[in-house]
C-alpha cells in the first residue's frame, strides 16, 4: 500500500485553497495530486480540524490456528499447500472452508518456508526462522 502524502503538503495545499488561489481541480493541478485527494483533505480540514492521514486499517486477522497447521503438516510431512488445505477443510462447509492462498498466507506467517520440489509443486518444509517460535 502507498505511503500517505506528508501533511506539510496537505497542509500548503489546503491554505492556497484557503488563500483563495484556485478551484480544487486548478490547485490538484498546481501541487500534482488528485482533484479528488483535495476536495477529501478540505472536507477533512472543515470537519475534524486537521488534514493528518487516518491510520492504516490491517484487515481482518486469520481464523487458522497455527497448532491446527502445525498438526496438519506433521501428519502431512511434505505436502504442499493444495494438500495442506485440503486436510484443512476436510470436515468444513460454507463460509469454513479457505482458499489455498489463505493457508500458504497462514504457513508464512508461522514461519513455513516454500521450497520447489523436483517436479516444479512448492512443498513446505519445517520453520526455520525465528518466527517461528510460538509467542507469548
Known amino acids: 500500500m502507498a505511503e500517505a502524502y506528508p501533511i506539510e503538503l496537505r497542509e500548503r495545499v489546503v491554505r492556497a485553497y484557503e488563500a483563495g488561489e484556485g478551484s480544487a481541480a486548478a490547485i490538484a493541478q498546481w501541487f500534482q495530486v488528485g482533484e479528488a485527494t483535495v476536495k ?3 472536507w477533512r480540514k472543515r470537519d475534524e480540524g486537521h488534514v493528518r492521514p487516518t491510520k492504516k486499517a490491517g484487515g481482518t486477522r486469520s481464523a487458522i490456528a497455527r497448532e491446527e497447521i502445525d498438526a496438519i503438516v506433521e501428519e502431512l ?5 493444495v ?9 468444513r462447509r460454507g463460509s469454513a472452508r479457505v482458499h489455498v492462498s489463505t493457508i500458504k498466507r497462514a504457513l508464512h506467517r508461522f514461519g513455513y ?3 520447489k ?3 516444479g509443486r512448492s512443498r513446505f ?5 525465528s518466527r517461528s517460535a ?3
Open 83 to 91: 494438500e495442506i488445505a485440503a486436510a484443512y477443510n476436510r470436515g
Open 117 to 119: 520440489s523436483a517436479d
Open 125 to 129: 518444509v519445517a520453520p526455520t526462522s
Open 134 to 136: 510460538p509467542r507469548s
Open 77 to 81: 510431512k511434505d505436502a504442499n499447500a
Open 113 to 115: 518456508v516454500v521450497k
Open 40 to 42: 477529501r483533505w478540505l
